[in-house]
């Protein structure tokens, strides 16, 4: 049985309307987000470009909600302390873009944060073995990086639910993360694989209705 109460909700900024992003992030924060997901796009290891240190440090004067970083950079060593400095909890590298990932892990945890490892659509969790006990959290995506607004990919469920067994037997704590695609029609299938977190851009900032409705429904179908 799963227990939904559990399940952490973190609105992704990327789908959020930039000219006000304080707002937005004070929206979700009152409408109960568990996390800020700051998507940070590069435009080399991702062909999008979005925001920086510099505006993760401008959120966190607006905002008491933990940052979630997702790092979509080639060779994100660079920038892990001014993350860190403007006030990331959990810093996230992608798997793909980086070289030395225990050096990172490490590197990520001496500077104060929470560790987490970003997998690819097409990444195997079975590279994840060895490097798993050092890590706070996976993200598994969901959809391929970049943009939101797309559709899941329906066999990252499956991956979820290996994920699951993979962390029971090597980080029992670990906390497993999902993005890409989630939405009221399939985040309780997304919890019940194992998920502990789940990020939720364009079904929590859209047009068709506010941040707390959305969040509103989006916890309704977790019970
Ligand atoms: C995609 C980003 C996601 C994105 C999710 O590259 O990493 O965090 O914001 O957006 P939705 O929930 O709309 O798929
Ligand atoms: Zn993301």
Do not use: W
């Amino acid at each position: 049985m799963t227990d939904f109460s559990r399940i952490k909700i973190a609105p992704s900024i990327l789908s959020a309307d930039f000219a006000r992003l304080g707002e937005q992030v004070k929206e979700a924060e009152e409408a109960g987000a568990d996390y800020i997901h700051f998507d940070v796009m590069d435009g080399m290891f991702v062909p999008n470009i979005t925001v920086g240190p510099l505006v993760l440090e401008a959120l966190k004067r607006v905002t008491d909600v933990p940052m979630d970083v997702h790092l979509m950079i080639e060779d994100p060593d660079r920038y892990l302390e001014e993350f860190a400095r403007a006030g990331a909890s959990v810093i996230m590298v992608h798997y793909e873009a980086v070289k030395h990932l225990h050096r990172t892990v490490q590197r990520i945890t001496a500077l104060g944060c929470r560790a987490g490892v970003v997998l690819n659509p097409a990444t195997p969790i079975s590279l994840l073995e060895d490097i798993l006990p050092y890590l706070s959290r996976v993200l598994i995506m969901s959809v391929n990086p970049g943009f939101g607004g797309q559709s899941y990919i329906e066999s990252s469920t499956g991956k979820v639910r290996r994920m699951r067994e993979m962390a029971n037997r090597l980080n029992p704590q670990l906390e497993i993360e999902v993005d890409g695609g989630a939405k009221g029609n399939n985040i309780r299938e997304i919890a019940e694989a194992g998920a502990d977190v789940i990020v939720a851009g364009s079904a929590v900032f859209n047009k068709e209705e506010t941040v707390a409705q959305a969040m509103a429904k989006l916890r309704e179908v977790l019970i």
